[in-house]
């Protein structure tokens, strides 16, 4: 019973820090607990398991919280952002993991966090990492991630069909993101993606 309780603890200190980000970025509420729900689902489909599964899912869900520490006029900015601006969006990972690895029993999720924007291609950041060089679960929401982008109105710009989404991460297989985990995904889409979307912009 008592690991039970601290474990549902656990889950709403986490359920309190994405909360948080949310009413920090008034265009992203709701995209947290996408992608980690998402990456939950391409996780299993993977055959990943216990301990590691439930790691991702948490993973997800607090992958931006580092953007707390961004500087809420570039965070909300309604326009493209410029150089100076784009290089603190960037620092949002780092700010990520020294959060969170503060927590011993977060050092995982830390890392995960640090890394979830490398690209396959090691053309990433922060660390330029490529290939198996970036986590696993880095690379499974990567690309979760990325759809939840493009499925979902920013202020930049409008969202994009499924059809062209799942073209875009086509393209992106082998430059972006990992071949095996695009291969997935794509077999997988209605399963994986659909669900979190509206029906009416399933064109």
Not at 23 to 34: C, L, M, N, P
Not at 62 to 90: A, F, S
Request: charged share 30%; with cysteine; hydrophobic share 35%.
């Amino acid at each position: 019973m008592s690991n039970i309780f601290n474990r549902d603890i656990y889950h709403d200190i986490i359920e309190s820090m994405t909360a948080a980000l949310d009413a920090k970025d008034i265009y992203t509420a709701g995209h947290s607990t996408r992608v980690g729900n998402m990456a939950h689902k391409l996780g299993e489909f993977l055959g990943i398991k216990y301990e590691k599964l439930e790691i991702l899912h948490i993973s997800g869900h607090l992958h931006d919280i580092g953007k707390i520490g961004v500087p809420d006029n570039v965070l909300n900015k309604t326009g493209k952002l410029d150089l100076e601006e784009w290089e603190l969006m960037k620092k949002h990972p780092e700010i990520g993991y020294n959060i969170l690895s503060k927590v011993k029993s977060l050092e995982d999720i830390s890392q995960i966090v640090l890394h979830h924007h490398e690209k396959w291609n090691g053309e990433g950041y922060p660390a330029g990492l490529k290939k198996e060089e970036i986590p696993m679960c880095s690379r499974i929401i990567s690309v979760c991630d990325s759809i939840d982008a493009m499925r979902s109105d920013r202020p930049y710009r409008k969202l994009i069909s499924d059809r062209d989404c799942r073209g875009e991460i086509i393209k992106n297989s082998g430059i972006m993101y990992d071949p095996n985990i695009v291969d997935c995904i794509i077999e997988n889409w209605d399963r994986i993606v659909v669900v979190h979307y509206p029906m009416d912009v399933q064109y």
